[in-house]
């Protein structure tokens, strides 16, 4: 059983283009979270849901927009993409939003054309 | 702002060695600690996690110390195996309310059999 998995593994898409990946963990925890691991390995957070409440949502642009339609889904939307936006999105989630050991999904890799 | 800084960025060692992978931040203020494993197109799995009290946390040939006012961690790895080869990335959870994690630029480690 996959603790978090992720849909689509690759996506690959043209510029300007909506796209979303879908995150789902069937660990029955009550925070989600969204990564993005840029060309240089580094990963840095961009949002958290605790319980379907965003909690944390670090700067990012507009065009990215999550959903928590309940606990064990947290999906994100990408607007209008652009060639920085190719990276490796992984999603992860926690017991608990206090700093917990995070679980994370095997990673979507979006490449923007 | 807190930059979590690792070093080396790369390492090679023959199989048996005994290793140490260090780990800086520069805001002490953290709730905890965590290492993390990445091998190549996957996702991260964490290996330890040390709260701000502690200062050190083992498991198997694995040993992970905390001196959080000087803003270092170490990771220690015995008796290297070439299954340990991946990318170590260590990161700290904020007290700011949100505990998010910021992570490590991450060392690249090769064990040559």
């Known amino acids: 059983d996959t603790a978090v998995s992720q849909t689509p593994k690759y996506l690959v898409t043209q510029m300007g283009n909506d796209k979303s990946i879908k995150c789902e963990q069937n660990l029955g925890h009550d925070t989600m979270y969204w990564y993005k691991q840029d060309s240089k390995k580094f990963l840095k957070i961009m949002f958290s849901y605790n319980n379907k409440e965003l909690i944390i949502n670090e700067t990012v642009p507009n065009r990215f927009s999550p959903k928590s339609p309940d606990k064990a889904h947290l999906n994100l939307h990408i607007n209008s993409l652009e060639l920085g936006d190719s990276a490796v999105y992984f999603c992860a989630s926690s017991q608990v939003s206090r700093g917990e050991t995070q679980y994370f999904g095997p990673g979507t890799r979006l490449l923007v054309l | 702002k807190q930059e979590v800084t690792q070093i080396p960025a790369a390492l090679s060692v023959p199989e048996g060695e005994n290793l140490v992978l260090n780990c800086s931040f520069t805001?002490?203020?953290?709730?905890?600690l965590q290492w993390f494993r990445q091998d190549p197109g996957k996702g991260l799995t964490s290996l330890l996690l040390i709260q701000s009290s502690q200062r050190e946390q083992t498991s198997g040939r694995l040993n992970a110390s905390l001196d959080k006012s000087s803003g270092r961690s170490t990771l220690y790895i015995a008796a290297s195996q070439p299954g340990d080869s991946a990318t170590y990335l260590c990161?700290?959870?904020?007290?700011?309310?949100?505990?998010?994690?910021?992570f490590g630029t991450g060392t690249r480690l090769k064990v040559l059999a």
């Open positions: 990161a700290v959870s904020d007290t700011s309310g949100t505990y998010k994690y910021i």
């Open positions: 805001d002490s203020a953290i709730y905890n």
